[in-house]
């Protein structure tokens, strides 16, 4: 006599009543699943790996910021810092957006050379860095509250210090150099050069592009502009043949190539730009570090490679530096020291 109410009967001993077909079932569909998972998760590691990739034979290209410049202590550095008077010891005569310390930097190995531009009293577009002109030079004011006479007639080293203020090594040797952006075109025709536009209105992007209209298209392909979102917004609307870079346009590009690299598309927001990558961030993206230069050169992208965090341009500036640099990177390397790093990169 069968008995009733124990629910063993059907299940031949499987809990719960299941039959043995059911559960060879699903383990097929487990096994299934688990396949596809892992042949997924190998499909992203050989789409996105560099290391099978292997390492570029192409050689890094050399980005040095405001030429050859005096280079200082980043500790503490916040946006009013007078960083003139925090130099580290002179190893060379130059001043940073001088055309004589572009020349030094372009001799050096440099690639492309970074200056930065202001408009000034009577319109014109001035080279130099400063929101004001009494870190450095021993003026006052801005660069919009002078003529390009009166400022032509300061002197760039004035402030320049490295022992606290006990010597001056630079002061009465800057008179007369600072330059004009069209001057620096003029005295380099032929080599990348990127523009900083340091002064975020949109007035500051036009005047920048009303100077580069007049070159022919093929010059502006050498050039890259960069800056805040308002100045390269208003710039890049009337020439959208350069490339440019704002923090818009970085974010515009690499949070959607967050969101769906993994498949190697590159968004269309990352065409015709040059990333000023910091390397801390740059380890998130897929296809890190040679897979995603690679993509994004494929999309007429340059990727510039800054140190650390990227706060206050920070760049590879010594040796230590240079062996933090991926293997076979073939992007760009961003530094204020071209003279210390282009030998050690082969150059």
Known sequence: MTERGTGSTASDGVPGGERPGRGRRWRRRLGVTLAVVLLATAGLYVGNSSTLAGASADRPFLLAHRGLAQTFDLAGVANDTCTAERIHPPQHPYLENTLASMRAAFAAG???????????????????????????????????????????????????????????????????LLPTADEVLAEFPDRELLIHLKVERAAEGEALADLLATLPQQRRRALTVYGGDVAV?????????????????????LVPYLAGGWTGHVPDACRHRQLHLPQRYGRLMWGWP?????????????VVLVNGSGEFSEGFDDPDDVPTIPAGWAGGVWTNRIDVVAPLLGR
């Open 110 to 176: 440099a690639d492309q050379v970074e200056f930065d531009v202001q408009v000034t009293r009577d319109g014109r577009l001035a080279v130099f860095h400063d929101a004001t002109l009494q870190c450095r030079t021993d003026g006052t004011g801005t660069i919009a509250d002078h003529t390009l006479a009166e400022l032509r007639g300061l002197d760039l080293g004035y402030g320049y210090t490295s022992d606290g203020g006990r010597t001056f090594p630079f002061r009465g040797a800057g008179t007369g």
């Open 233 to 253: 917004a208003a710039f890049a609307a009337r020439l959208p043949d350069v490339r440019v870079t704002s923090k818009k346009i970085m974010q515009d590009c």
């Open 290 to 302: 040679n897979r995603f230069v690679a993509r994004m050169r494929e999309a007429d992208t340059r």
